[in-house]
């Protein structure tokens, strides 16, 4: 059942212009993006609607392709800095490589 409504659906969209097609992203697109903004100030999860709207975006955009792979870069390096991973866990601290104990 899936299958055929899936198929139907595919068959249709791919009769449509693209520059239809773009319109209609950049509509959905820019309005989930407006809204992730609009929660940056307003109670909201901004911090998932913003790359939400962007990777909507990105579907038909170059340029909200490389500000998505810029959030998802940054986001892992903050993820690699709070769990410990990355060049800050392998720098030496008192020279020698070892972390100082507790004792010392």
């Known amino acids: 059942m899936f299958r055929k409504i899936r198929f139907v659906l ?23 993006l407006l809204l992730g903004i609009i929660m ?3 109670p909201g999860p901004a911090f ?17 392709r490389r500000w ?3 959030i998802k870069k940054s986001l892992m390096n903050v993820k690699d800095k709070l769990t410990g991973k990355g060049a800050a ?5 008192n ?5 100082p104990s507790a004792a010392a």
């Open 10 to 32: 595919r068959r249709r969209y791919l009769w449509v212009p693209r520059p239809v097609k773009k319109a209609i992203v950049l509509v959905i697109g820019g309005t989930v």
């Open 95 to 99: 020279g020698c490589g070892n972390k």
């Open 68 to 70: 998505l792979k810029k």
């Open 40 to 42: 940056m100030v307003a």
């Open 89 to 93: 866990a392998t720098t030496p601290v």
């Open 48 to 64: 998932i609607v913003i790359p939400l709207g962007l990777a909507i975006l990105a579907i038909e955009f170059v340029w909200a």
